[in-house]
């Protein structure tokens, strides 16, 4: 329990401090698979120590089915052609989350009100904020953290 007033928080009091990251050639499979054994929704994108971009679970539910709904216009036969399906699992297994990462992130700093960092995830509608200190990583800010911070 947080035993600052919600008006003394500042970003840094309830970030994630240890943050898996993964690097933009890192494949697709790999970043579902970290994703799924840490139990996080989004992951920052880090390459030379510099957070490039996000990837979030919404990223790949829509990359997923932008797949599905292409092998099903470009197979009338879809149920017939596994092997296109089990074609389309294995390149995304191989391509690089860059294709997919978005590389518009919002950056805070860890003394911001956390306040400000709430006010900043509703009006960008965002879930995640990115959280550096002279231009390095040093934590993550989820829709998550905020609202646990205030209840």
Not at 44 to 51: G, R, S
Not at 68 to 91: I, M, Q, T
Not at 115 to 130: E, G, I
């Amino acid at each position: 329990m947080i035993s600052k007033s919600t008006h003394e928080l500042r970003v840094a009091d309830v970030m994630s401090g240890s943050v898996k990251s993964v690097a933009s050639e890192t494949p697709i499979g790999k970043v579902l698979e970290i994703m799924e054994d840490n139990h996080v929704h989004a992951l920052p994108i880090v390459d030379q120590d510099q957070c490039v971009g996000i990837v979030t679970a919404t990223d790949l539910v829509r990359l997923i089915r932008e797949t599905n709904a292409a092998l099903r216009s470009g197979y009338p036969h879809y149920e017939d052609c596994l092997w296109a399906v089990d074609l389309a699992h294995r390149k995304l297994d191989q391509q690089p989350i860059r294709e997919i990462m978005s590389v518009s992130v919002e950056k805070v700093a860890p003394d911001t009100p956390l306040c400000d960092a709430a006010k900043r995830l509703s009006s960008c509608s965002r879930h995640h904020l990115v959280v550096e200190e002279d231009g390095k990583l040093v934590g993550f800010l989820s829709s998550w953290d905020v609202a646990a911070a205030f209840c």
